[in-house]
């Protein structure tokens, strides 16, 4: 298989799968490295396809209904971070990404695609498991979120109980 129908085989396959696909096990099964499928990866975004990486793996999000977004400030310390993500999913909000301010390197983001109580509870457990420093410890606690949502309503109320809980910085 040459690169380009490699490209197209993990192109169909993302479409496909509905699911994120790790790099390493795309590399596996097409007998590649994995720096090979980050290069196909990084040519498949550049021809415009929508394609983002997840702590999961990749994937092309399935065409669905339209959603209104807004970003928002928020502000609290490690032990926030579940109770936080909680709040937004239990409205039907959706974490597309966390995004802070370096002072040396500029915004920094994230996209940790957190729907359900399920994907918060992975997303604590890699926190533990990798023993990594989630990115608001860059900046005292203060971070962005792009929230998505079916509509306005549910965005409200996300804000509403984000304020009622001392997190939410501005809206």
């Excluded at 999913?89 to 040396?104: A, C, M, R, T």
């Excluded at 957190?114 to 606690?141: H, S, W």
Aim: charged share 30%; proline share 3%; hydrophobic share 40%.
């Amino acid at each position: 298989m040459n690169s380009k129908e490699r490209r197209k085989y993990i192109e169909d396959l993302l479409r496909k799968s509905g699911k994120p696909q790790k790099g390493h096990i795309l590399a596996e099964e097409l007998g590649v490295t994995r720096q090979v499928i980050v290069k196909d990866i990084a040519i498949l975004r550049a021809e415009g396809k929508k394609i983002i990486a997840t702590p999961e793996g990749y994937l092309i999000p399935k065409e669905e209904k339209i959603m209104v977004k807004k970003v928002i400030a928020v502000s609290h310390g490690t032990s926030g971070i579940d109770e936080e993500l909680k709040i937004i999913v239990k409205f039907g909000g959706i974490v597309e990404d966390v995004i802070v301010e370096h002072p040396l390197y500029g915004e920094i983001s994230g996209m940790i695609m957190v729907k359900t109580l399920y994907d918060i509870e992975n997303f604590m457990k890699k926190i533990q498991e990798y023993k990594a420093e989630p990115l608001l410890i860059l900046t005292g606690g203060v971070h962005l979120h792009t929230i998505a949502a079916e509509n306005e309503d549910i965005l409200k109320n996300i804000i509403n109980e984000l304020k009622c809980k001392d997190y939410l910085i501005s809206d």
